[in-house]
């Protein structure tokens, strides 16, 4: 079965069949999936930890998302405490660093993904991470940042990897697993496929990012979890192993990481 590491189940996308959408998910071999808090608004981060109360399949994140990071203030700062020590509630994030869109400023950026950090490590809790953009260069500094905060004591993801092979091995010695998205599936895949298939199995997971990031033959449509399975398909192609083999060990890194037997 299938794990779908990251996906955006509180988007107003799917207000109108969410319980469809899980369930069709369910019938093409994905029975987890990890609802990020952020990226849909600070208040976003609520519903994911309600969804992840109500729905046995459904664990959550709460964070801020680079782009909201102009938007943490004491208030949101508050309500994300009380959120994380929910229930259920198995990493922080997504946070990160995001230089190619700067919908925050570099410096707020950088200090809210810091205090994200500093959560992971008190609260011993993984981190999903998102990183974008090269000038300037946001992946050496998020490692920086991460590295400086966390001391090495709490693991994390980087989640819908476009970076490179080099960067890649960087993370995984620092503690990393990485994630691939239905980016992987592009016909111009701007040599992905290449960083992934060099890459040891035993520190990947699969994610849609729904409901963006549709594989192709999707494009251009909302993507949903159940779409996760076409992305393991490539990453079993790359790795020329089978499928079932990929799932397995994709959503077992993603059990170890997010320590979801004891959530
Ligand atoms: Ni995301």
């Known amino acids: 079965m299938w794990l779908d590491s990251h996906c955006h189940l509180v988007a107003g996308e799917f207000d109108l069949d969410r319980a469809a ?15 990020i808090g952020s990226g849909y608004g600070i208040a976003g981060n609520a519903r994911a930890v309600e969804l992840a109360a109500a729905d046995p399949r459904v664990f959550a994140t709460v964070g801020v998302h680079p782009h909201e990071a102009k938007e943490f203030d004491d208030e949101a700062r508050t309500l994300l405490e009380e959120l994380i020590a929910r229930p259920r509630v198995v990493a922080v994030g997504e ?25 992971a490590r008190s609260r011993k809790m993984p981190a999903t991470i998102h990183v974008r953009g090269d000038e300037p260069n946001a992946f050496d500094e998020l490692l920086d940042i991460w590295q400086t905060e966390t001391r090495g004591e ?36 701007r040599g992905l496929r290449e960083v992934a298939k060099a890459l040891p199995l035993e520190r990947l997971m699969v994610e849609t990012d729904a409901p963006l990031l549709a594989p192709q033959g999707f ?8 779409h996760v399975a076409l992305v393991g398909e490539v990453l079993a192609a790359l790795h020329e192993m089978p499928a079932e083999e990929v799932a397995r060990t994709t959503s077992e890194n993603a059990r170890t990481l997010f320590r979801l037997g004891d959530a």
Not at 21 to 34: M, P, Q, S
Not at 95 to 119: K, W
């Open 95 to 119: 946070c990160g660093l995001d230089y190619h869109y700067m919908n925050s400023d570099r410096e707020v950026q950088r200090a809210v993904f810091a205090e994200q950090a500093a959560t």
């Open 154 to 189: 709490v693991e994390g993801v980087l989640h819908c990897y476009t970076g490179t092979l080099e960067f890649a091995q960087r993370a995984i010695e620092a503690g990393f697993y990485i994630s691939f998205s239905g980016i992987l599936t592009f016909k111009n895949d």
């Open 21 to 35: 959408t899980l369930d069709r998910a369910c019938k093409a071999g994905v029975d987890t999936f990890i609802a």
């Open 219 to 226: 494009r251009g449509k909302r993507n949903e979890p159940a």
